[in-house]
């Protein structure tokens, strides 16, 4: 079985830009960190002593973030979420205040 994290999900969704509504792009960044540098330290905290783990060697990491071609914009993953998130709540709040303009409306 293989796990896989929220994050690795939803990479994997349709995100659209929030300024001019097209599609944006997954784009990554790979670091290599020196296994003595301070950051490196930093990032193998939680992998040290796992099964197969090792905590020597140089630390590598994957950073993804979400781009639109059509205006330049860049959004980390936490901006997008929140930005997703907000769109959602709007979305909820105006469904509900439409249900109850509808009751209202019966009423009379």
Excluded: P, W
């Amino acid at each position: 079985m293989t796990h896989v994290s929220s994050m690795e999900l939803f990479l994997l969704k349709k995100h659209y830009c929030v300024q001019c509504g097209n599609r944006l792009n997954r784009k990554k960044i790979i670091r290599i960190i020196d296994e003595n540098s301070e950051e490196a330290h930093k990032h193998r905290i939680g992998f040290v002593g796992d099964i197969g783990g090792s905590d020597s060697g140089d630390v590598k990491l994957t950073t993804y973030y979400l781009e639109c071609k059509e205006c330049n914009r860049t959004f980390t993953v936490k901006e997008q979420r929140e930005i997703e998130k907000e769109k959602k709540l709007l979305k909820k709040e105006e469904k509900r205040k439409q249900k109850e303009l509808a009751k209202a409306g019966h009423k009379n």
